[in-house]
T-cell receptor
């Protein structure tokens, strides 16, 4: 079974630009969550999608947005990039069910550098 | 508002000894607590979890203890091996119906010295 796939793995942008990151979940997983990882801050929750609907959202500004498609693939977009947006962006999928424990399956991440 | 806290940014342990990683939480609504392990340039991988109705869960060298009254959990690794050197994240999740989100701590970097 293929794991969670994130593209691109690395990218460099300049301030003011926008970026779109893509995530393909594990086949059959309908929930996709996005996290931002920065040194010392751990994994900060961005949002979670299930069946094309955003169910939960973290405390990030409106510049951060996402969506999920009918095949469960998800994208997140960051507009008007700032230096502080430089981070590793991690996507995770899960298959919520009766025995759901909140276990997430992570991709390798997309490392964004903003210059 | 940090709902999940890992107050030790790093921990160094001798190979063969016990590693104890600690985590505190503030939200009593969490149903499950999980530990993830992360190597550089890789995404976090699930290690072990515990339900809020239990106080201990064991899987091989890894044991997680939950003290609900103190809102504290810990991960014990015995014996520690050099391959255990990684960043360990504590996480907590609440519910699965109507949506849920998993909250992570800041992580503890474990160094196991040979």
């Amino acid at each position: 079974k293929a794991g969670v796939t994130q593209t691109p793995r690395y990218l460099i942008k300049t301030r003011g630009q926008q970026v779109t990151l893509s995530c393909s979940p594990i086949s059959g997983h309908r929930s996709v969550s996005w996290y931002q990882q920065t040194p010392g801050q751990g994994l900060q929750f961005l949002f979670e999608y299930f069946s094309e609907t955003q169910r939960n959202k973290g405390n990030f500004p409106g510049r951060f947005s996402g969506r999920q498609f009918s095949n469960s693939r998800s994208e997140m977009n960051v507009s008007t990039l700032e230096l502080g947006d430089s981070a590793l962006y991690l996507c995770a999928s899960s298959s919520p069910g009766i025995l759901d424990t909140g276990e997430l399956f992570f991709g390798e991440g997309s490392r964004l550098t903003v210059l | 508002d940090q709902q999940v806290k890992q107050n030790s940014p790093s921990l160094s342990v001798q190979e063969g000894r016990i590693s104890i990683l600690n985590c505190d939480y503030t939200n009593s609504m969490f149903d499950y607590f999980l530990w993830y392990k992360k190597y550089p340039a890789e995404g976090p991988t699930f290690l072990i979890s515990i339900s809020s109705i239990k106080d201990k869960n064991e899987d091989g060298r890894f044991t997680v203890f939950l003290n609900k009254s103190a809102k504290h959990l810990s991960l014990h690794i015995v014996p520690s091996q050099p391959g255990d050197s990684a960043v360990y994240f504590c996480a907590a999740s609440a519910g699965s119906t109507g949506g849920f989100k998993t909250i992570f701590g800041a992580g503890t970097r474990l160094f196991v010295k040979a």
